[in-house]
């Protein structure tokens, strides 16, 4: 008889459902992996991504061995080492750098190939070991810096309502968001608001797979949302909707922001936005007169120069009704703003021998050719891929070929970033180590036990880091606390939502809810702000009011570059990982840029043909489909692409090193670009290269 049990454990993917799963082991193999049915939000499903979780951990270019650089960099020819010597010639490189240059020549940059707080982002694993050495710290702001920046400043955190609590709405605001797409566990609670009578609008420049599904669209230019608010709010104290009392007890600077909204009366509205003014009062009205409204925004519209404006603009519409106040009111951003575990307990910043300074994750390509002061020197890599993720990609790439700087990268595959590395580590999967995590579109707290002995030499990165503190010869006993024991650290908070989230229990039932109040009614009893109310005004920020894009909005540059280009999610990868598993990609079309009819008219394109996308920073090779799901004068593709499979670069060719007004973060989708056509291609060959153009693509259908 063959020996066979299931193992509870937890999706570790930057996604906002955080989905529990268990995998079914046979004979020490991982043969079956699903989701949780008892977990209430994951409700046994896991996604199109994630059902072929074993299928990828164990394709052919999983890396499982140490790896040393024997070509030039990018090249990506490696020799297999021990990790004896692998960790030997780190630590001595290390040394040097320390010696010269002092420890902030060091950037741990952790990327969020995995969330975890032992293994992943939201430890920021190996956090102790860079600190003894006095490494500079890194600014992880790649995703949600302006959104949980403008939340903070409006509302006190990024927090916001129990996305659960959408099915308490009666109206349901989808806003710069595509959930079916990139974060699908909250659509059943959407489902629950509309079997109740609620009425679902989507807000996005694109008619995506969610916007197809709502009773209403609107298709702002991206980076406009936050003048949308006003306009909104404009017409909602037209017609004396406000809640006075609301205002009056719970909010700040009410008087002064009541001026700004009457700067944008619908018509001025649809002229920022491009959205009718009829539309605009309709939606206005319907606010008007519903409560509560639950407004669903996630990161896609904060990818914009006023990012961090918008979600504040867009908090203050529920301060202004009263809706924060009620059950199934209020916007949800990111419930991690409710997560109140000891993360400085498990950092341990007071390690390090004196102050750091901050370098930005957003910003690799300055930070490797201009920072100085020193420069850096040594490179870590920890589940990241910015060769593929992060702005301006030529920049990165001149970055990481810079030969005096020592670069090691802890991966599980030989990725566009792995190219340059001088020394590869290889990495365990999620099955195959522990870990603690939330998910940030819920309220529970997930354990994941590992469930398999990890293929060939691969390592966790909390293991990776203790052997190399070893082999440095540190001393601090924390760099040797076992995984186990940085859990408990972390589960020892005394905050009282912690209270009875044991690691016991967590490993017994394989999450739990955090012991928030029920219902929860995160301000009920006030806003954690400076003054305690809901801030129109911050001390920081100033009074909420609209900023505009930067290149979406730049007049001169529209001569050039015409069209404003989103790269949103792909629906069969989840940012860089899945790209190179065969069947996801052949689903995904490959690379394709699409554009509504009257542009690629103007431009005399035809559908299927190979062009070019590109401005002054680069360019990439897309396939061209044409479909009236793309508002005019914007051209869509899809984040995650390797750059190797895909002709050489993807979006992040295009895309900027330019900081959102709030937050640090980056501005993806605030880019401009021209499409040109291209010869007809030699398709190349190859197992990963059979990419079907025809197959459909990022998240439109039919296409
Ligand atoms: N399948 C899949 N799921 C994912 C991911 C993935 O890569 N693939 N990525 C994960 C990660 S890391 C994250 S951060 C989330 C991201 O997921 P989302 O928060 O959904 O973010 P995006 O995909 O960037 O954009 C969402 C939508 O916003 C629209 N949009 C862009 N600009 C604007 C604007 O200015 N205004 C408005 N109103 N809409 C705009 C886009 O057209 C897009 O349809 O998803 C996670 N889930
Ligand atoms: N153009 C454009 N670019 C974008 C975005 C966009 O909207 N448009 N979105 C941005 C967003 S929201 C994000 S979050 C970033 C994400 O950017 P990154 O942080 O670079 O994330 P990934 O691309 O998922 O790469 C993570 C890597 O970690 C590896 N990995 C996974 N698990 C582990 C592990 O346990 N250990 C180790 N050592 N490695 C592991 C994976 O194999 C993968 O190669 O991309 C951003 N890039
Ligand atoms: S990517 Fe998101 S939806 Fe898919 S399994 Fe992971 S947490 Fe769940
Ligand atoms: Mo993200």
Not at 490 to 507: E, F, I, K, N
Request: net charge negative; hydrophobic share 40%; with cysteine.
């Amino acid at each position: 008889m063959p020996s066979e049990l299931t193992v509870l454990g937890a999706c570790p993917l930057d996604c906002p459902d955080g989905c529990s799963w268990v995998v079914t082991v046979r004979d020490g193999a991982a043969v079956r992996l699903r989701g949780n049915p008892a977990h209430p939000y994951t409700r046994g499903a896991l996604c199109a991504k994630v059902n072929r979780w074993l299928e990828r951990a164990a394709q052919p270019d999983r890396i499982q061995y140490p790896l040393r650089r024997v070509g030039a960099k990018g090249e990506g020819r490696f020799e297999r080492v021990g990790w004896d010597e692998a960790l030997d010639e780190i630590a001595a490189r290390l040394e040097d750098v320390v010696r010269e240059h002092g420890g902030e020549a060091v950037w741990p940059y952790w990327g969020t190939g995995t969330l975890g707080y032992l293994q992943g982002l939201e430890g920021y694993s190996g956090r102790r070991f860079f600190n003894v050495l006095g490494a500079s710290a890194h600014d992880a702001n790649i995703c949600s810096a302006a959104g949980s920046a403008g939340m903070a400043e409006a509302v006190g955190s990024p927090g916001g309502m129990d996305p659960e609590d959408l099915a308490h709405a009666r109206l349901v605001l989808l806003w710069g968001t595509n959930p079916l797409t990139s974060g699908h566990h909250v659509w059943k609670f959407v489902q629950d608001a509309r079997k109740a009578g609620a009425h679902l609008v989507a807000i996005d420049p694109v008619r995506t797979r969610t916007a197809r599904q709502a009773d209403e669209h609107l298709a702002p230019l991206p980076g406009t949302d936050g003048a949308l608010a006003l306009g909104l709010l404009h017409v909602i104290v037209g017609l004396g909707a406000q809640d006075e009392g609301f205002l009056d007890r719970g909010t700040l600077g009410w008087r002064e922001f009541r001026d700004r909204i009457a700067e944008y009366p619908p018509d001025r509205v649809a002229r920022i936005t491009g959205v009718p003014a009829d539309r605009v009062v309709a939606l206005g009205e319907r606010i008007a007169r519903t409560r509560p409204t639950a407004i669903r925004a996630t990161q896609g519209l904060q990818r914009h120069a006023g990012g961090g404006a918008a979600l504040r603009l867009i908090a203050a519409i529920p301060a202004v009704t009263g809706d924060w106040a009620r059950r199934g009111g209020g916007v949800a951003f990111s419930t991690s703003g409710h997560v109140k575990l000891d993360k400085a307990a498990l950092w341990r910043d007071d390690l390090r021998p004196r102050p750091v300074r901050t370098l930005s994750m957003s910003r690799l390509g300055e930070g490797l050719l201009d920072v100085q002061d020193p420069p850096v020197k040594a490179l870590f890599v920890i589940a990241a891929n910015p060769a593929g993720s992060t702005p301006h990609q030529n920049k990165v790439r001149r970055g990481l070929a810079r030969e005096d700087l020592f670069t090691v990268v802890l991966e599980q595959f030989p990725t566009d970033t792995v190219d340059y590395a001088d020394i590869v580590l290889p990495a365990t999967a999620q099955h195959e180590h522990a870990d603690l995590h939330e998910g940030y579109g819920h309220l529970y707290l997930t354990w994941n036990e590992p469930a398999v002995a990890p293929p060939g030499e691969c390592l966790p990165t909390t293991e990776t880091f203790r052997r190399l503190a070893h082999r440095m010869g540190l001393q601090e006993p924390a760099l040797y606390d076992s995984d186990e024991s940085l859990a408990e650290q972390l589960l020892a908070s005394d905050h009282p939502w912690m209270a009875g989230v044991t690691l016991d229990r967590l490993r017994k039932e394989g999450f739990v809810r955090m012991s928030v109040p029920d219902p929860f009614l995160p301000y009920a009893d006030g806003f954690p702000t400076p003054s305690g109310r809901f801030e129109f005004r911050s001390p920081a920020a100033g009074l909420a009011g609209y900023v505009p894009p930067a290149e979406v909005a730049d007049e001169e540059r529209a001569g050039r570059y015409p069209l404003a280009l989103v790269s949103a999610a792909s629906h069969e990868f989840l940012n860089t990982q899945f790209a190179n598993n065969p069947e996801l990609r052949r689903r995904s079309g490959g690379l394709t840029v699409r554009l509504h009819e009257d542009d690629a008219r103007a431009r005399g394109l035809v559908d299927g043909q190979r062009v070019a996308v590109g401005n002054d920073r680069g360019s990439f090779e897309a396939v061209l489909r044409i479909t009236d799901e793309v508002r005019p004068g914007v051209a869509v593709t899809t984040k995650g692409h390797w750059a190797k499979l895909s002709g050489g670069s993807n979006a992040n060719a295009v895309v900027d090193e330019r900081d959102t007004d709030l937050g640090g973060g980056p501005v993806f989708h605030d880019t401009r670009v021209e499409v040109t056509a291209l010869p007809a291609p030699p398709r190349p060959a190859g197992p990963l290269a059979d990419a079907d153009p025809a197959a459909g693509g990022s998240d439109l259908p039919g296409g």
